[in-house]
């Protein structure tokens, strides 16, 4: 009889299998494609993210990270075998795809929405990725930026100058089925501009001040001017918006200028539960640590956050957050951070104020790859792609940082 009977799944609603699916997909893409795989009828009411895993947003796994390995072990390296471990800020969850052979003659620069932007070697195009479909975009190579750079670097021969636009931070847009990005090229503080169906970069006329990596959420970038060492001791905070289709890149705009609150350099902008944090330091000895929403510093409003909840957050040329319940070897409310006067991997507990190391003396003390490492050491290294790229981890240990080949 229980043969006979019709499989439940299939006789849900179309509307309801379409709600659930969008429900899980708001949360895990993973959780979504597992979705459409428990059975037909599902998988053909609901969209498949292969083929538009770039160009359709949703499907974007965020939250999802590149995992370090270490020993010297970088993507693409052949002891992998071609495969390559991803895990999840949230969930602590792992998986392992097979995508080395997309890395080849590759470097990773930089994540966007857990998209790889990558780097091709021999003609230095630019391409996003979608690690669990495959899925590529390509877009025009960083060469066609140099006839453009007459002021930057102009004592650098081409091929040098190229080295300083491989630094970036990146943003973009999504609408109608095209693909507009923006790099923020941290080394030469200009904006470049391409989408999905040019051939070149356009590189902006104008050049921003910053005092940090430039950070990148939801097709925006930010920098902040760090004005501290003024007599105003004032902090500016610019957005430069990606553009649409048509539409012309425009300068940075100011949208908040911390009169009231008094944030000391360096200035690091994080995502965190869907907010974006601002964080600084209370004075010069960098004894205390300031939190705010950069949406209250928009409005003007000397707020505060005093607690993070279960997350950590990591401050480094790149920022992250990640969660404590579901991560090992992570306390919750903290900022792992290098401390700035006495250089060892630190963190601050915010609730309290007090700072302590971020891992036990054994790891502290660890100077070679052999030993363990702390999942600190893994994800604090997601923070410096200069590092998993080589297949280094970064530890700081005795004021030093150490790895399986010295950097």
Known sequence: MAAASPCWASCLPGDLVRLLASRLLAADFTDYVRFRAVCAPWRSTTASPRGRGVL?????????????????????????????????????????????????????????????????????????????????LHLPPLSTLLPQMHQDLHHLPAQEKLLYLRSISTAATFADGVVTVMLALSKIYRVAVATSRDHTWSMSTW???????????????????DETMELDRTAKIFQIDTPLPGQALQPPKSIAT???????????????????????HSDVRVSKMLVYKLTDLVMERNIPVTSIGDKAIFLQNRTLSASAKALPTLVGDT????????????????????????????????????????????????????HWNKGLLYHIGDGNTVGPNHP
């Open 56 to 136: 359709d947003p949703r499907f974007h796994p965020r939250r999802w990270m590149m995992f370090p390995e270490g020993n010297g072990l970088h993507p693409g390296h052949p002891n992998l075998h071609g495969y390559v471990r991803f895990f999840n800020l949230d969930t602590g969850a792992f998986v392992r795809l097979h995508i080395g052979p997309l890395l080849e003659h590759h470097r990773v620069l930089d994540s966007l929405d857990g998209l790889l932007v990558l780097h091709r070697d021999h003609d230095t195009a630019i391409r996003l990725l979608h690690p669990f479909t495959g899925d590529l």
């Open 207 to 225: 050049y921003y001040h910053i005092s940090r990596t430039p950070f990148s959420y939801q097709g925006k970038t930010y920098v902040v001017r």
């Open 335 to 386: 900022i792992i951070y290098i401390h700035p006067m006495q250089y060892y991997l630190s963190q601050y507990h915010l609730p309290s104020g007090s700072w302590s190391p971020a891992m036990d003396q054994c790891l502290r003390d660890t100077e070679t790859s052999t030993g363990p490492c702390s999942f600190v050491h893994h994800i604090f290294t997601c923070c410096s792609p200069r």
């Open 258 to 280: 911390c009169r009231l609150v008094k944030l000391y350099g360096p200035v690091y902008f994080v995502e965190c539960s869907s907010e974006v944090l601002v964080i600084g």
